[in-house]
């Protein structure tokens, strides 16, 4: 893999192998360093995996608009992961005259339009007359059920052969519950069945085995928090995990007091850093 900052403009295209491109590494109310936001890029191809309330700010100081980006997935409802989806519609709609396509599966894309998005997005307009619904912002492309290893993941592809291949599996981020049971949805991705992004997720050891045991992993850009909390993986159980493990581990969606510590000495890769691209 070879790190490079990014020169000029971020690209939106590259000449065929994947990157990954950091807007933000910073936690949910970060000042320092956005949040946690990524593109991957390939070929013509790109796909930004999630957009929080700082996103289209932060994507804007790499001289891109948020409009330009074309295909989205969502790892789950906190504002630090889907806040910035609003004028991401709305700037995507009016500027371009775009539906960006969302890679969702039925049960989620209902609820993030009733419990997230219509507040703003479905009484601002009507489409022929009639309220907004989610197809009239973007375009659904739904995941399809497939089994790698030996367990099941949901599967999207960006751009067909060659594209952008996601694997997308459940990520153990929060334990409530709503009255009938429901837990929170929260997702983390394997892309092209190399490189781990965990989006948010509690400190998850048997989680992190079952991928592993899944795919050939070559990179894991993970979660971490200084704290101990109940939402994210905390600093010392990560640093419980092996070394051959820790060594193709960067760390992301860091607190500032985390970003204080010498986090190499305790034999991670380093944290991911916002502004380089990842090329793999
Ligand atoms: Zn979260």
Same mark, same amino acid.
């Given at each position: 893999?070879?790190v490079?900052?990014?020169?000029?403009?971020?690209?939106?295209?590259?000449s065929?192998?994947?990157?990954?491109?950091?807007?933000?590494?910073?936690?949910?109310f970060?000042? +320092?360093?956005?949040?946690?936001?990524?593109?991957?890029?390939?070929?013509?191809n790109h796909?930004?995996?999630?957009?929080?309330?700082?996103?289209?700010l932060?994507?804007?100081?790499? $001289?891109?608009?948020?409009?330009?980006?074309?295909?989205?997935?969502?790892?789950?409802?906190?504002?630090?992961?889907?806040?910035?989806?609003?004028?991401?519609?709305?700037t995507?709609?009016?500027?371009?005259k775009?539906?960006?396509?969302?890679?969702?599966?039925?049960?989620?894309?209902?609820?993030?339009?009733?419990e997230?998005?219509?507040?703003g997005?479905?009484?601002?307009?009507?489409?022929?007359?009639?309220?907004?619904?989610?197809?009239?912002?973007?375009?659904q492309?739904?995941p399809?059920k497939?089994?790698c290893?030996r367990?099941?993941?949901?599967?999207a592809?960006?751009?067909?052969?060659?594209?952008?291949?996601?694997?997308?599996?459940?990520t153990?981020?929060?334990?409530?519950? %709503?009255?009938?049971?429901?837990?929170?949805?929260?997702?983390?991705v +394997?892309? %092209?069945?190399?490189?781990?992004f965990? $989006?948010?997720?509690?400190?998850?050891?048997?989680?992190?085995?079952?991928i592993?045991?899944?795919?050939?992993?070559?990179?894991?850009?993970?979660?971490?928090?200084?704290?101990k909390?109940e939402v994210?993986?905390n600093?010392?159980?990560l640093k419980?995990?092996?070394a051959d493990?820790?060594?193709?581990?960067?760390l992301?969606?860091?607190?500032?007091?985390?970003?204080?510590?010498?986090?190499?000495?305790d034999?991670?890769a $380093?944290?991911?850093?916002r502004?380089?691209?990842?090329?793999?």
């Open positions: 893999m070879k490079a900052k990014v020169q000029g403009n971020l690209e939106l295209k590259n065929g192998g994947l990157s990954l491109f950091f807007i933000g590494t910073g936690s949910a970060s000042k +320092v360093n956005f949040q946690n936001n990524v593109l991957f890029i390939k070929g013509k796909i930004l995996i999630d957009c929080g309330t700082l996103c289209p932060a994507i804007s100081q790499y $001289g891109v608009s948020i409009a330009q980006i074309d295909n989205i997935f969502l790892t789950h409802s906190h504002a630090d992961h889907i806040g910035g989806m609003e004028e991401f519609a709305f995507a709609y009016y500027s371009k775009k539906r960006p396509l969302v890679v969702i599966d039925d049960k989620y894309k209902k609820l993030l339009w009733n997230s998005l219509r507040g997005l479905g009484y601002s307009k009507t489409f022929a007359g009639k309220t907004a619904t989610f197809d009239d912002y973007f375009v492309l739904k399809q497939v089994k290893g367990h099941v993941y949901e599967r592809v960006i751009g067909g052969k060659d594209g952008i291949d996601l694997k997308i599996y459940s153990d981020h929060s334990n409530a519950k %709503d009255a009938s049971g429901k837990s929170f949805r929260s997702k983390g +394997v892309v %092209d069945d190399r490189i781990l965990t $989006g948010d997720t509690r400190f998850d050891k048997k989680g992190l085995d079952r592993l045991g899944d795919f050939d992993i070559e990179w894991i850009f993970h979660d971490a928090c200084w704290f909390n994210h993986a600093y010392a159980d419980t995990l092996p493990l820790k060594k193709k581990m960067y992301c969606h860091c607190d500032e007091k985390l970003l204080g510590m010498d986090i190499k000495k034999g991670f $380093g944290f991911a850093k502004g380089f691209y990842y090329n793999f």
